[in-house]
């Protein structure tokens, strides 16, 4: 049997009236912008149809097209917009630098810091980082680069992001380029087995089956009483990504939780 993927979808109104913004929110809209003149865009869930949506604002028609999804189209806006994730803001591009800032562009690579996953991370490495910042970080699957770029703004004095994803490496270096960080973050291309050496810190935010996967390979990279955050794993599988690093010598110290979401700090017993 075939799976249905609902992927939401844009409008477009112009000259909405006064109570457009309301009508929208009640149908389940997912993202408006309305702008000075009254012209309206919305992102809308597909089970809400454009005929609908024309009837509740009083319109013969509205615009229609595709929507984009950032953090693999789990994420549906209509821009990047500024988020805080504890004293960190992560902004677009096109805000002005500054302190505990950072600006990533807009582009496919996972990691905007509107995702529950990434923010568990940032507020760990947080944590971690005050109560004694390590020496480096090792970011496996970095995305935007937004973890290792995060932990060099937090006072980290360097750190390497690896990625299979050649483009994703390319946005973190852009990345790291408009935040002048460039020349503590090196990248490199491929997993944790493509790597040598241990770190004292290892964040890990992918899918919970490649965290199972790699788990061999990931704790080899920890070093001696070194500290791994494993995110990206649902809530369901949080037990069977923990028994797979406990069975490797990782005691869990400490879960959070947000939206269905599992972060895990695990320490090196070794």
């Not at 994420?75 to 805000?95: F, K, M, S, T």
């Given at each position: 049997m075939a799976t249905l993927v609902h992927v939401p979808y844009r409008v477009d109104v112009g000259h909405a009236g006064h109570d457009a913004f309301d009508r929208l929110v009640e149908l389940g809209a997912i993202d408006i912008e309305l702008s000075l003149d009254g012209d309206l865009a919305a992102v809308m869930p597909d089970h809400v149809a454009p005929e609908q949506i024309a009837r509740a604002l009083g319109v013969g028609h509205v615009t229609v097209s595709a929507a984009r999804g950032?953090?693999?189209?789990?994420?549906?806006?209509?821009?990047?917009?500024?988020?805080?994730?504890?004293?960190?803001?992560?902004?677009?591009?096109?805000?002005?630098?500054?302190?505990?800032?950072?600006r990533l562009i807009d582009a496919d690579a996972f990691g905007t810091g509107l995702h529950p996953t990434t923010a568990l991370c940032v507020e760990e490495l947080e944590r971690l980082v005050d109560m004694a910042p390590p020496r480096a970080v090792l970011d496996v699957g970095t995305g935007s680069g937004v973890l290792a770029l995060s932990a060099l703004l937090m006072g980290v004095p360097r750190a390497l992001g690896i990625d299979t994803d050649r483009e994703a490496l390319h946005v973190a270096a852009e990345n790291a380029r408009i935040n002048r960080l460039e020349h503590r973050l090196e990248l490199a291309r491929g997993g944790p087995e493509t790597v040598t050496g241990a770190w004292p810190l290892v964040l890990a935010n992918v899918l919970a089956a490649p965290l199972i996967d790699m788990a061999p390979e990931l704790v080899r990279r920890v070093g001696h009483h070194g500290q791994l955050v494993l995110s990206g794993i649902p809530s369901s599988v949080e037990g069977d990504v923990d028994r797979a690093y406990g069975r490797l010598g990782m005691r869990r110290v400490r879960a959070t939780s947000r939206r269905g979401w599992v972060a895990l700090l695990l320490q090196a017993s070794w």
């Open positions: 950032r953090d693999a189209e789990s994420v549906w806006i209509l821009r990047p917009r500024p988020v805080r994730i504890g004293r960190l803001q992560i902004v677009p591009v096109d805000h002005q630098p500054g302190r505990d800032t950072l």
